[in-house]
């Protein structure tokens, strides 16, 4: 694929204060429009939060970066941050049309690359281009899984950290393995509400001086896992980090039945949920159960929401190891399709231009 240059600053960010290099670096986004005049930044979280236990004893654990684009101008813009699912890699790739749709429409995007996810690399993969320059995001959530069962089975007290929020079986459980990958879901929420809070305090480089996102119009686009992730972020985070609205794609479609603990989390978040919240499927989607479920439960308990199937989607013909899973976020046909109504949804809680 051809890789597209974009103006570049690269930020790094310690755990006290920040520092901001000059960098180019490469957009594997080849399809951005040629007449799109955008800014890409590359993002590195702080990688810690003391009130988050699951990353106390790990910090390079908890590690997320991202790719924040910015329309040619921005200025109080809404914006909207996209969080990938559960697979480790091709995270920038799976956004792209939607930062194309998104970025048109005048809103700022920030692509979240989670922890133990590499640009464009394979989770726990090791990037060595320095032109790139992404590292590790730290540990992807499926490794602490059977790092924990590998350490709970040989030496309990190393496993503290991961199995601590979690009841203590041996063998290990399967219900506490349920346990262990819900407490990391909703860890991953810290995440985000510090991605949040960092975007409400950038400002703009033209003069005059000015806020680059309103703080008030911050929305979050989770697609699978990053779904739970957004629904848990606008539940559990502080006020000052809560999204002001979420949107779904294919929530829970491949784990649907299978982690009781996760879902029963799922169903008190959507049922206590303080913000709107859009849920998106194609017709054709592996199953449709979460939307109806989450839907009846938002509905009933009086939620601000909206839930909606599309049209069944086509795969390509030319990329045979396509599923609808990973198509529905990112080909163009179908974001041409989830995008305008999912604008339209913001826009009806004043979060679109």
């Known amino acids: ?26 957009s594997y986004c080849d399809n951005l429009q040629a007449d799109t005049r955008l800014t890409v930044e590359t993002y590195y979280d702080t990688a810690y939060s003391a009130s988050n236990q699951l990353c106390t004893r790990d910090e390079p654990r908890c590690r997320l970066k991202g790719l924040l684009y910015k329309p040619y101008g921005a200025s109080n813009a809404p914006a909207v941050i996209l969080s990938h699912g559960a697979g480790g890699a091709l995270t920038e790739k799976l956004f792209c049309n939607a930062v194309n749709y998104f970025t048109r429409h005048e809103f700022v995007v920030f692509v979240a690359i ?73 860890s991953s929420s810290t995440e985000i509400g510090l991605v949040i809070e960092w975007l409400k305090g950038q ?25 739970k992730v957004s629904i848990f972020s606008a ?47 194609p017709a054709n989607a592996l199953n449709v159960e979460s939307t109806r479920q989450f839907g ?6 009086r939620k601000r929401y909206l839930a ?6 086509t795969l390509p013909a030319d990329d045979p190891d396509l599923e609808v899973h990973e198509a529905f976020p990112s080909l163009e046909e179908s974001v041409n399709r989830w995008g305008p109504v999912a604008r339209m949804f913001l826009a009806i809680y004043g979060l679109a231009p």
Not at 296 to 301: E, G, I, K, R, S
Not at 308 to 313: D, G, H, K, W
Request: glycine share 6%.
């Open 308 to 313: 909606q199937i599309f049209p069944a989607l």
């Open 1 to 26: 694929m051809t890789k597209h240059r974009i103006a570049l600053v690269l930020i790094l960010l310690g755990m006290t204060e920040g520092t901001a290099l000059a960098a180019e670096a490469i």
């Open 203 to 227: 400002k703009t480089t033209a003069f005059p001086i000015t806020r680059l996102v309103d703080p008030d119009k911050i929305a979050l686009i989770g697609h699978s896992n990053g779904g």
């Open 114 to 186: 989670k922890r133990g996810v590499t640009h464009e690399h394979e989770a726990d993969a090791t990037v060595t281009d320095p032109q790139l320059n992404f590292q590790n995001t730290g540990m992807y959530y499926g490794t602490v899984i059977d790092l924990a069962k590998m350490l709970f089975e040989e030496w309990p007290e190393a496993a503290w950290p991961y199995l601590e929020p979690c009841e203590m079986t041996k063998p290990l459980s399967k219900h506490s393995e349920d346990c262990l990958t819900n407490a990391l879901v909703q």
């Open 296 to 301: 009846w439960t938002l509905a009933v308990n």
């Open 235 to 281: 539940r559990l985070l502080p006020a000052a980090q809560r999204p002001a609205a979420v949107v779904t794609l294919s929530l829970d479609e491949k784990g649907w039945g299978h982690d009781e603990v996760t879902e029963a989390a799922l169903f008190d978040a959507v049922a206590n949920l303080p913000v709107p919240i859009a849920l998106f499927q």
